[in-house]
């Protein structure tokens, strides 16, 4: 009897990787950046992390990410890029690197979001990597606009707000399995020049 790829039995979220200040993701799961700052929100996501990051995008588009950069986020020798020339490969080459549990973060920069059915097919190898291999890897989805992928452990939308010589953004939890739409300013703080982090950065929650 051939088994089911797809399961109805309720996930338990492993523990979280750190986003920004208090805020995480759960690991073993799929996540969605969206807006025009996702980039920067995934370099910020990098640099709160250890280990090696697997990084796939579109072979056929030439936009690429620039070690200058990304340097001041998190170091450019960390990463592991895969460009695959068909649409179909981006998904498969993040759910191969999921299920595999050999990176802690892989991310699939994609021109559209995916449907229901793929997102599931992640969650399930996320899930497979972190009981069989070395981590329990977090799965982002960077989407363009609003994102809309369905499925997903939670949607963040990322926008640049930056006032003069002060860097900042808008951060929205528009999506979340377990809590309310949110929002918040950040801005950075000064970089601590003992840390190899990347630059620290201020959390503050817009009034209601």
């Known amino acids: 009897m051939t088994p089911a790829i797809l399961s109805h039995k309720p996930h338990r979220p492993?523990?979280?990787?750190?986003?920004?200040?208090d805020l995480g993701l759960a690991k073993a799961r799929t996540h969605e950046f969206c807006g025009g700052a996702r980039h920067t929100l995934a370099m910020i996501l990098a640099g709160a992390q250890e280990g090696p990051v697997l990084w796939i995008s579109?072979?056929?588009?030439?936009?690429?990410?620039?070690?200058?950069?990304?340097v001041r986020?998190?170091?450019?020798?960390?990463?592991?890029f895969a460009t695959p020339r068909r649409p179909?490969?981006?998904?498969?080459?993040?759910?191969?690197?999921?299920?595999?549990?050999?990176?802690?973060?892989?991310?699939?920069?994609?021109p559209a979001p995916p449907a229901l059915t793929p997102v599931r097919r992640l969650h399930l190898a996320a899930e497979t990597g972190a009981a069989e291999g070395r981590f329990a890897p977090l799965g982002l989805l960077?989407?363009?606009?609003?994102?809309?992928?369905?499925?997903?452990?939670?949607?963040?939308?990322?926008?640049?707000a930056h006032t003069g010589a002060q860097e900042r953004w808008?951060?929205?939890?528009?999506?979340?399995?377990?809590?309310?739409?949110k929002r918040w300013q950040v801005s950075t703080q000064a970089s601590n020049r003992a840390s190899n982090r990347g630059p620290a950065f201020d959390l503050q929650p817009e009034a209601a």
Not at 58 to 68: F, Y
Not at 73 to 80: H, I, S, V, W
């Open 14 to 21: 492993a523990a979280e990787a750190p986003l920004i200040g």
């Open 58 to 70: 579109p072979g056929w588009l030439p936009d690429a990410l620039h070690g200058q950069g990304m």
């Open 73 to 80: 986020f998190a170091a450019p020798g960390r990463f592991l």
């Open 88 to 110: 179909e490969d981006l998904l498969w080459a993040m759910e191969e690197g999921l299920r595999s549990g050999a990176v802690p973060l892989v991310v699939a920069d994609l």
């Open 142 to 160: 960077l989407t363009p606009g609003e994102g809309g992928a369905q499925g997903v452990e939670s949607r963040w939308q990322f926008a640049a």
């Open 170 to 181: 808008q951060l929205t939890r528009s999506r979340a399995r377990n809590a309310p739409v």
